[in-house]
Nanobody, 121 residues
């Protein structure tokens, strides 16, 4: 199984930006795509965005379209999530995970430790 290590979270004010990183170790190109998920306190994991390794195609949850951007560096085996114009409702622990492009909301790996994003209003 691939190892996933997320970083980049922090405490910011509403309207500010953060960039999250996810380093994927022991990854192979048989792995189709990667996605970011988030879990707010007391809630389940929510799909945020996905990107496929080969073409860099992306998809987003409606709640983050126009504000978040997912990207990847195939050489570094790293996936990024640029989060702009953050809102208090974006407060959550953010996780990356392997997914299949056609089923991007279904994580394939066990969860890593995630990275906490707190947005104060």
């Amino acid at each position: 199984q691939a190892q996933l290590v997320e970083s980049g979270g922090g405490l910011v004010q509403a309207g500010e930006s953060l960039r999250l990183s996810c380093v994927v170790s022991r990854a192979t190109f048989s792995q189709d795509a990667m996605a970011w998920f988030r879990q707010a306190p007391g809630k389940g994991h929510e799909f945020v965005a996905a990107i496929n390794w080969a073409e860099g195609l992306t998809k987003y949850a409606d709640s983050v379209k126009g504000r978040f951007a997912i990207s990847r560096d195939n050489v570094k085996k790293t996936v990024y999530l640029q989060m702009n114009n953050l809102k208090s409702e974006d407060t959550a622990r953010y996780y990356c995970n392997r997914v299949l492009w056609g089923y991007a909301s279904r994580p394939l790996n066990t969860w890593g430790q995630g990275t906490l994003v707190t947005v104060s209003s």
